[in-house]
């Protein structure tokens, strides 16, 4: 356990040429077009609406207060800013999911020599599609209720010192889990037993998750964290989880 950190700074040591590779270079694209696409769709759509909402809240207000104009304009501004924060990490992880499995599975052949045998027709592309997306609402739905909790902790005094500290390391957990998650994934893991899997290596995930988080506070790099994390998880997935779950899928199938 005590080496589980260096570990985790190791895999994302061999990540960035690993990803840099030929077979491979193509992935920094989607994480990038995913970004413009949505960043463009949340801006043009808070952007309509703000003048209007600025415009019905002064209506509300004596015309003696009219200079309050630029603090609703401030007040919204950074209401959009965090809802542009949530929705844009959400959405980017949905709509680059089967971008980031495909990565997944690639790293792992490419390391082990392990075939995957998808589908890649249109139908099956869809299929595919959909399996990232019922993955990504299975995070959301163990994320949202459980960081909803820890905000209504930190309102509270005294407590809130605590639960700000949890906040940064429940954020680090979530981390780890959403970027481990293609891998076990692709290897038809179920997510409540990967977790378990992941809650055995604790010290692993939060540096995980951590190096993420620093990753992201970086201009530039922090366009392509989500396939460096993506290739990294995965050599994680290789060097200590594989064998755990060697032959599951084949297991799983016969017990349907």
């Given at each position: 356990m005590i080496t589980h950190p260096f570990s985790a700074i190791g895999?994302?040591?061999?990540?960035?040429?690993?990803?840099?590779?030929k077979r491979l270079r193509f992935f920094l694209l989607a994480p990038i077009l995913a970004n413009i696409a949505l960043m463009a769709l949340l801006y043009t759509v808070a952007l309509s609406?703000?003048?209007?909402?600025?415009?019905?809240?002064?209506?509300?207000?004596?015309?003696?207060?009219?200079?309050?104009n630029w603090l609703f304009y401030l007040l919204l501004n950074i209401a959009i800013g965090l809802l542009m924060f949530y929705s844009f990490s959400v959405g980017v992880n949905?709509?680059?999911a089967p971008f980031m499995a495909f990565l997944a599975e690639k790293v792992e052949e490419q390391q082990t020599g392990k075939q995957f045998n998808e589908d890649l027709s249109a139908s099956g592309l869809l299929k595919i599609?959909?399996?990232?997306?019922k993955r990504e609402l299975q995070k959301l739905a163990y994320f949202l209720?459980?960081?909803?909790?820890?905000?209504?902790?930190?309102l509270i005094p005294v407590v809130n010192v605590v639960a700000s500290v949890l906040i940064v390391m429940f954020s680090a957990w979530m981390l780890a889990l959403q970027y481990m998650d293609y891998s076990f994934d692709n290897n038809q893991v179920p997510f409540h037993e990967m977790r378990a899997t992941l809650r055995k290596k604790p010290l692993l995930?939060?540096?995980?998750?951590?190096?993420?988080?620093?990753?992201?506070t970086i201009p530039f790099l922090n366009l392509f964290v989500m396939p460096i994390a993506v290739v990294a998880a995965t050599l994680l997935w290789i060097k200590l989880f594989s064998e755990h779950f060697v032959n599951y899928a084949d297991l799983l199938a016969q017990t349907r």
């Open positions: 895999a994302f040591i061999q990540a960035f040429p690993l990803l840099l590779s609406y703000m003048n209007i909402a600025v415009d019905e809240m002064m209506d509300y207000v004596p015309e003696w207060m009219s200079f309050l949905i709509l680059a599609a959909g399996r990232s997306l209720p459980r960081f909803v909790g820890l905000l209504l902790l930190s995930c939060w540096t995980f998750g951590f190096i993420i988080m620093l990753g992201v």
